[in-house]
C-alpha cells in the first residue's frame, strides 16, 4: 500500500526536478480512540497513528538559498529564501510548513536550499489531521537533514506552535504528537498537561476501527474550535476563583462545576462538564483495552458522541444521523464523531464479519438520505514519522 504512494511522489519528483531524491519520509494521520478537546484541559487522551501517511520526496541543494516545494495533489508549488525571515502567505497548506520554519529559522541552525514533493493519502478534511502530519514531517525532515538535534517532543510542540501562529488555530498537542510518537499496534494515553504518556496493547479481538467520513466540512470549523476554547476558558477561570487550591483542571469534580453553573453561565458550564467527563472516560478507556473488555470501550465512545453533539456542540446533522443510525446495526458496540468537530468522520467500533453489511446500509441510508457518497477509511495502527532508505523504494 505504500509503495502506491511512495512510487508517485518519486515520479513526480523526478518529472519536475529532473534529479533523484535523496530521502523519503512517511508522516502518518492519527485517530484519536477516545478524549476529543481536551487536549488543551490538562486531560489525558488516547490517540494512535494510521497507515494514512503523508509521503515526502527531499534533496538538498547545498549551493542553494531557495527551498521549493511541490504539493502534488493540489497542483501548487511555493519557493522561499531560506536567509530571509519568512510570514505567512495566502497559501494556507504553506503556511503550516512556514511557521515550523519561522520557529527554526535562528543564526545558529544553517539551513541551504531543498527540493521537496509530497502527497498523501491522509483525506483532508476528515478529522484525520493531515495538517499534523506536514507540520511535523516538514520538521522531522529538517531535523534529519540538517542536524538540529530536536528531541521528538521538540518537532511536536514545533508542529503546535506553527498551527498556533502561522494557521490560526489553537490547537492542542494531541496530534501532533500522535504523529511523532505512534507505533504500530500501540495506542497512546498521553498526559497533555505534562507530555507523559504510556503505550497500551491495541488488541481489538475481532473488532475493527472503520471511519465513515460524512463528506462534509462545515465552515465554522476553526471559528467553532476557537469559539468553544474562549467558553472552556471563561469556566476555567470561574472554577479557580472559587476553588483556588486546586491545581489541575481535571482535578475539579462535577459537584464543584455545579457549585459555579450560575456564575460562569449555562454554555461555559456544559462545555466543562463534557470536559470533565471525557477526561475519566478516557482512563476508564485505556482501562478497558488494557483489559480486553471492548464492549466497555464501545459504550464509552457512543457517550462521548452524546457529549460532544448536546454539552460541546461540534456535531452536526451529518454525524449525528451517520452515528445514530451505525449504532442500531448488529455487530456495532460504538460509534462517535472523531475530530474538532462540524463535520469530518465518525469512527466506529464494528465486529469485523458485520463491517461490510454495516458499510452498505449506512452507505445507502446516507445517499439517500442527504444525497452525499459517504466514504469508508480502514485504518491499521502504524509507526510515527520515519525515513524510508532506498530497500522500499520500486
Known sequence: MQEQLINPTIQKFRTEFKAEPEHIFLSPGRINIIGEHVDYSDGFVLPAAIDKYICFAVRKLPQSNFCTIIA???????????????????????????????????????????????????????????????????????NELFNLHLTKKEIAVIGQKSEHTFAGVQCGIMDQFASVFGKENKVIMLDCN?????????????????????????????????ERRRDVEHGKKVLWKNFPEIEKFRDFTL?????????????????????????????????????????????????THAGLSTEFEVSCIELDFLV??????????????????????SINLIQENRAEEVIKAISEKYLEHFNIQMKVYQVKISDGIKEYTNEYII
Request: hydrophobic share 35%; charged share 20%; proline share 2%.
Open 72 to 142: 502534488k495533489d493540489l497542483g501548487e508549488e511555493y519557493t522561499f529564501d531560506v536567509t530571509i525571515e519568512v510570514k505567512p502567505v495566502p497559501q494556507m497548506w504553506m503556511n503550516y510548513i512556514l511557521g515550523v520554519f519561522s520557529q527554526l529559522q535562528k543564526s545558529e541552525n544553517q539551513f541551504c536550499g531543498m527540493e521537496i514533493v509530497f502527497s498523501s493519502t491522509i483525506p483532508m478534511g476528515s478529522g484525520l489531521s493531515s495538517s499534523a502530519a506536514l507540520e511535523c514531517g516538514f520538521a522531522y525532515i529538517l
Open 255 to 303: 459537584s464543584m462545576l455545579d457549585h459555579t453553573k450560575e456564575e460562569m453561565g449555562d454554555i461555559s458550564y456544559k462545555r466543562c462538564l463534557y470536559l470533565l467527563k471525557e477526561i475519566q472516560r478516557v482512563e476508564m478507556a485505556a482501562k478497558a483495552i488494557s483489559e480486553g473488555n471492548i464492549e466497555y470501550l464501545g459504550t464509552l465512545l457512543t457517550e
Open 324 to 345: 445514530e443510525n451505525t449504532l442500531q446495526k448488529e455487530g456495532v458496540l460504538g460509534a462517535r464523531i472523531m475530530g474538532g468537530g462540524f463535520g469530518g468522520c
Open 194 to 226: 505534562s507530555l507523559e504518556h504510556q503505550y497500551f496493547d491495541a488488541d481489538l479481538k475481532g473488532y475493527s476501527l472503520l471511519l465513515f467520513d460524512s463528506c462534509v466540512k462545515h465552515s465554522h470549523l476553526t471559528s467553532g474550535y476557537n
